[in-house]
């Protein structure tokens, strides 16, 4: 008597759990640049950290994104980003994890985890979360774009599926496996769907989709646009679902916490989009499942149709542009049909009224700054080099320093913007550079600009975010004959990052002009400000670079490198597009 007597107290408490509608807590989210949170100038790159407060109700959850790009399991702790994030956790949060794809990447030392100790640094995350009172759920990361699964078993994969799940099961967590989810619905639910997982769920946009890459960007292998973060958001909610209805491995305590946060996920409507024509064979957006007030996109790829209006399912006009984005869902199931000329006239669609009192989406904190080094501002002079050439379009000043060990100078000729920055003769000199950049690359390229006399080669760790690149530099032969050297396959994310210039010999570094990438939207932080302000970046098109006195009879480009064989206005036309000016 006394043992169902027990029994029963124990399910009228479990019981009384999955009920409550009042506890609070907050989801800490870490990961990658697949998670992490962005900012509006480059929409509509989105990671699921950033929406997966729509999924919650407001008015219990709280969501906490401290995921960053560019970082692994490893980096994000040895960085302090873990201590950070659970910093003002309390006990009964949660703590999402996520990570794989830089863990994988054994190019770059930098970031790249053995498989052999991924496990271990998992571990970590599930040990703090418990010393915190913080409840963890592993998170297997994203497929790649593509038929193979990188990460699960196979020849040449990374299994951070299986090691993730069997750190899980091994402490009695719940795994939710967004991996499988993502593969199987990338290889299978969209079959046959030509370039749609591409084009409307990874980042691989048009020229002219949207304003903030208005010559397109190809970004579609591993960054996602809001409707692909969004999918994973919901794939996420699925899945926890079905760990708290099939998951016989957890904890008691496990179950009883998950019963918590499933609990506060919100209704999900069906939200259903359609064509008027019979035979429409280009591509078009798919059903979704998301709670009210979730933003939504709606767009087609006619192949030979003419598109016409996006229409509600009350015939409502909604918007004549064939990619409509930046509005919210109803609290109701819906369908939205895509006009095309010639097809059946709008036929209203019966549906129930909005639901009311549906709860509020989460709120949703972004990342912490990638560095505690005070940025300076910069004037707007110092700011103007933001577009060099075609091959080089973002051009940074680097006469500045927000910290470094040598002095700004402008005693040799030949410079290109507010001087140079002369790095002191020591093998521990350095110069610290604070750097944002409004676009992710994986393979970007890194020019520096720079001149030194002398015999020997100085060779230099150039660090860009958490990447570290060992680099010579060769002598110019004089301090006012200036040279370039590269640095192939960056990986720059879309954040504020440091770009550090380390000697690596006893003579120091050489004299530092500019840098420039390969990629647009690449600046100093300090000119966030003069960006703002103008509300376009300045072009050297309309403005001569800040050159030192030259000696006349001569052509450079925008960058100030001196062109060889230009005597006339006929050797200029024969020149590639760009920008020069003659002397």
């Not at 007597?5 to 907050?26: C, I, N, Q, R």
């Not at 918590?260 to 999900?268: C, Q």
């Not at 001569?544 to 925008?558: E, H, I, M, W, Y």
Request: overall charge neutral; charged content about 20%.
């Amino acid at each position: 008597m006394k043992s169902i007597l027990k029994y029963l107290l124990a399910a009228s408490v479990f019981t009384g759990v999955a009920v409550s509608d009042s506890t609070s807590f907050t989801i800490h989210v870490v990961g990658d640049s697949t998670v992490q949170t962005y900012k509006d100038n480059v929409y509509p790159q989105t990671g699921w950290g950033q929406v997966i407060g729509y999924f919650f109700d407001g008015a219990r959850v709280k969501v906490n994104n401290a995921a960053l790009g560019g970082r692994s399991s490893r980096t994000f702790i040895e960085e302090g980003r873990l201590d950070g994030a659970l910093q003002s956790a309390q006990k009964g949060d949660f703590l999402f994890v996520q990570f794989g794809h830089n863990d994988r990447d054994y190019s770059k030392a930098a970031r790249y985890v053995d498989p052999k100790d991924f496990p271990g640094y998992i571990q970590k995350y599930v040990d703090a979360g418990k010393k915190k009172g913080v409840n963890v759920i592993l998170i297997s990361p994203m497929n790649l774009n593509g038929s193979r699964n990188v990460f699960s078993t196979g020849s040449n994969n990374y299994d951070a599926r299986g090691m993730m799940q069997t750190v899980a099961k091994n402490n009695k967590i719940p795994f939710v496996d967004l991996n499988m989810k993502s593969y199987n619905t990338y290889n299978n639910t969209y079959k046959g769907m030509g370039d749609y997982v591409t084009r409307y769920l990874y980042k691989k946009l048009e020229k002219g989709e949207y304003p903030n890459y208005p010559d397109g960007v190809n970004d579609g292998t591993t960054h996602f646009q809001e409707m692909g973060s969004m999918g994973h958001a919901q794939m996420i909610c699925e899945e926890l679902e079905d760990n708290l209805k099939n998951n016989t491995n957890l904890s008691a305590e496990a179950k009883t916490a998950l019963t918590t946060l499933v609990s506060s996920i919100k209704k999900r409507y069906t939200i259903k989009v359609k064509t008027n024509l019979s035979n429409y064979n280009g591509l078009i957006t798919q059903t979704q499942y998301f709670p009210a007030g979730s933003p939504m996109t709606l767009r087609v790829t006619p192949n030979g149709q003419t598109f016409e209006k996006w229409v509600d399912d009350d015939c409502k006009e909604l918007s004549n542009k064939m990619i409509y984005y930046g509005f919210k869902t109803k609290a109701r199931d819906i369908t939205y049909t895509a006009m095309f000329k010639g097809g059946a006239a709008c036929t209203p669609i019966a549906h129930g009224s909005e639901e009311s009192g549906t709860a509020n989406s989460s709120s949703s904190g972004g990342p912490e700054s990638s560095s505690s080094v005070a940025v300076t501002e910069l004037a707007e002079g110092l700011c103007s080099l933001d577009a060099g050439t075609d091959a080089w379009p973002s051009v940074i000043d680097m006469s500045n320093p927000e910290m470094g060990d040598g002095w700004t100078e402008s005693n040799h000729e030949g410079y290109t913007g507010g001087g140079f920055f002369n790095l002191d003769n020591s093998a521990y000199s350095k110069a610290t550079y604070m750097v944002t950049s409004d676009q992710s690359a994986e393979h970007a390229r890194m020019m520096i600009r720079y001149a030194f006399s002398g015999s020997s080669s100085r060779d230099m760790k150039i660090t860009v975010d958490n990447g570290t690149y060992d680099v010579v530099f060769p002598s110019t032969g004089s301090w006012d004959k200036w040279d370039t050297v590269y640095v192939d396959n960056v990986w720059v994310d879309a954040l504020d990052f440091k770009v550090i210039l380390q000697s690596a010999t006893a003579d120091g570094g050489p004299n530092v002009d500019m840098i420039a990438f390969d990629m647009k939207d690449v600046y100093r932080t300090g000119c966030k400000a003069v960006r703002e302000k103008n509300n376009q970046r300045t072009s050297l098109a309309a403005k001569k670079p800040a050159l030192s006195p030259r000696k006349s009879g001569f052509t450079v480009n925008a960058l100030g490198q001196k062109l060889q064989n230009v005597n006339n206005r006929e050797d200029l036309k024969k020149l590639p597009k760009g920008n020069y000016f003659s002397f």
